[in-house]
């Protein structure tokens, strides 16, 4: 049988904003209050994603982690998903300098992501517009939802779940473009060989 595509989530954003409690809703459909302020963990999913399988490696990230534990594991992922709190504005404006880090290390620079308000449940303390979110996933071209970490059923976009299969959804069109390109590229490269000998032959 053919093996399923593998493709490596990060999850990241301050500390606080909920990337367990995502991950464990993820992949557990449950919501669990505490837990120890995270060391990074590593987990493997299996889905089937629009009929197709994908086999996920998903990192949790620890919100307080240094700058070369961040670059490292922005170097190991595929995708990411960038979290805040809904409820914090801090960690909303967290988000557009992890994605310029991205940019800074990733090529090509146009890296597959999904932004997460969490913590919709909250709305008494709101403190980032749904409208705020929505421009500033535009600005990233990415998917934007509004989630929480406590429920399916509270938020836009179909709960956490969707969020993540956006996200490998989008990897999946990314790897399916580039490729592409190679194919082309490398036709590119025989079809000019085969030039180069028909005008060594003729001349
Ligand atoms: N009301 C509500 N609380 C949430 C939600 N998600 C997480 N929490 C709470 O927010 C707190 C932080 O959640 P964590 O999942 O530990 O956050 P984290 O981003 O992993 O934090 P670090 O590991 O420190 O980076 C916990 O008390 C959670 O119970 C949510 O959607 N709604």
Redesign the pocket.
Known sequence: MAKSPEVKLAVF?R????????VVRFLTKRFI???D??LESTYRHQANIDDEPVSMEIL?T???EDVLQRESHMRWGDGFILVYDITDRGSFEDVAPLKGLLEDLKRPKHVPLVLLG??A??EHARQVGTAEGERLAADMACAFYEC???SDAVGSGGGVAEAFYELCREIRRRRAVQGKTRRRSSTTHVKQAINKMLTKISS
Not at 15 to 22: E, F, I, M, R, W
């Open positions: 954003g500390a606080g904003v909920g990337k367990s409690a995502l209050w505490e837990y302020p995270t949790d620890a919100g307080q969490n913590k449940d909250l929480s970490a406590c």
